[in-house]
């Protein structure tokens, strides 16, 4: 049975689109059930990061196939479908193979070569596999990417410097401060506990800066300010912590803003609009967009990371 592709990335759509298509894991797992339920498909993987939301299926006939995915990806996302035409990507046969190879690779990723991209299809895998959208094809199809993204870091040096998002996003602010990477002194505020927080932090640390981490589980931020000699904090302490903070990194998975323009003007007031640089690494976005217009704020999002790597 092809495989067929039909997706939106980096490359073919703005940060503003990539907002609205983005997915959590319930989406994932109800759009992979829904394109297996289409009477054209028969399987279904669902690719959804920071980057890219990307549907892998078995489709006999390509107008018909496409047909059907292009529908579930406007209902489950809530985007018409006539605005679906110019953002999409297609690939069938053997170039949607060829493309999610470079995708495991890290060939396709913002950051060249990143290694997160292998976790995301595994667990991009998982879902599929529970929602009842595994069969031959999609088990081959993520076995051999997952080979190939594991020869592409042991056979090349792809991933030998900057190799994800976190990283970085760490690199980005050592630059806005400094030229000798360090940031000894300067204290630095991680909203989020999962990977790309515990991956900040872990940058963070190696250039001595002074660390809290908020998350919504006040042990959770505590469990991993302890590993890097750091503070935790529940939501509910970012409104002093951003008094004191130097620089603020947030990337989350939350499905609403973190940070309003409200809670950072109060910030801004209590500082004395002592300048703050926000890096909102999470889409969607943890951080109003408006924020940057408060003065003293300097918000930097994905499109920067982009530009900079």
Same mark, same amino acid.
């Given at each position: 049975?092809?495989?067929?592709?039909i997706g939106?990335s980096h490359?073919t759509s703005?940060l503003?689109?990539?907002e609205r298509v983005?997915l959590?894991?319930?989406l994932?797992?109800?759009?992979?059930?829904s394109l297996?339920?289409?009477?054209?498909?028969s399987?279904?993987?669902?690719?959804?990061?920071?980057?890219?939301v990307?549907?892998?299926v078995a489709?006999e006939?390509?107008?018909?196939?496409?047909a059907?995915?292009?529908?579930?990806l406007?209902?489950v996302?809530?985007v018409p479908?006539?605005?679906l #035409? /110019?953002?999409v990507?297609? =690939?069938y046969e053997?170039e949607? *193979?060829?493309?999610l190879?470079r995708?495991?690779? +890290?060939?396709?990723?913002?950051?060249v070569g990143?290694?997160?991209?292998v976790?995301?299809l595994k667990?991009?895998?998982e879902?599929?596999?529970?929602?009842g959208g595994?069969?031959?094809?999609?088990?081959q199809?993520?076995?051999h990417?997952i080979g190939?993204?594991?020869?592409?870091?042991t056979?090349?040096?792809i991933g030998r410097?900057t190799?994800?998002?976190?990283?970085a996003a760490v690199?980005?602010?050592?630059g806005?401060? #400094? /030229?000798?990477g360090s940031l =000894?002194?300067?204290?630095?505020? *991680?909203?989020?506990?999962?990977d790309m927080?515990? +991956?900040?932090?872990?940058?963070?640390?190696?250039?001595?800066?002074e660390?809290t981490?908020?998350?919504?589980?006040?042990d959770r931020?505590a469990f991993?300010?302890a590993?890097f000699?750091g503070t935790?904090i529940g939501?509910?302490g970012l409104?002093?912590?951003l008094?004191?903070?130097?620089?603020?990194?947030?990337?989350?998975?939350a499905t609403d803003?973190?940070?309003?323009?409200?809670?950072?003007?109060?910030a801004?007031?209590?500082?004395?609009?002592r300048?703050?640089?926000v890096?909102?690494?999470?889409v969607p976005r943890d951080?109003?967009?408006?924020? +940057?217009?408060?003065e003293?704020?300097?918000l930097?999002?994905?499109?920067d990371?982009?530009?900079?790597?």
């Open positions: 049975m092809p495989v067929l592709l939106c490359r703005s503003d689109f990539l983005a959590g894991v319930d994932q797992g109800k759009m992979v059930k297996v339920d289409q009477t054209h498909l399987e279904a993987v669902v690719l959804s990061t920071c980057n890219r990307e549907l892998y489709a006939r390509f107008h018909a196939g496409y059907e995915a292009r529908d579930v406007a209902e996302t809530g479908v006539d605005q #035409g /110019d953002e990507q297609i =690939a053997d949607a *193979v060829d493309h190879f995708v495991a690779a +890290g060939l396709e990723s913002a950051v990143e290694h997160e991209i976790g995301q667990s991009a895998w879902v599929s596999q529970l929602y595994s069969g031959t094809l999609v088990n199809l993520l076995r990417a190939v993204a594991k020869r592409a870091r056979e090349t040096s410097h190799a994800s998002v976190s990283q690199a980005l602010v050592a806005e401060f #400094g /030229d000798d =000894a002194k300067r204290r630095a505020l *991680v909203i989020g506990a999962g927080g515990r +991956g900040m932090m872990s940058g963070l640390a190696d250039r001595k800066a660390l981490i908020a998350n919504r589980s006040h931020a991993i300010a590993e000699s935790g939501l509910s409104p002093s912590a008094t004191d903070t130097d620089v603020v990194l947030s990337g989350t998975s803003l973190v940070l309003d323009v409200e809670t950072l003007e109060r801004m007031e209590r500082r004395e609009h300048p703050l640089l890096v909102d690494v999470a951080v109003d967009p408006a924020a +940057g217009q408060i003293g704020v300097t930097l999002d994905m499109e990371i982009r530009a900079f790597v």
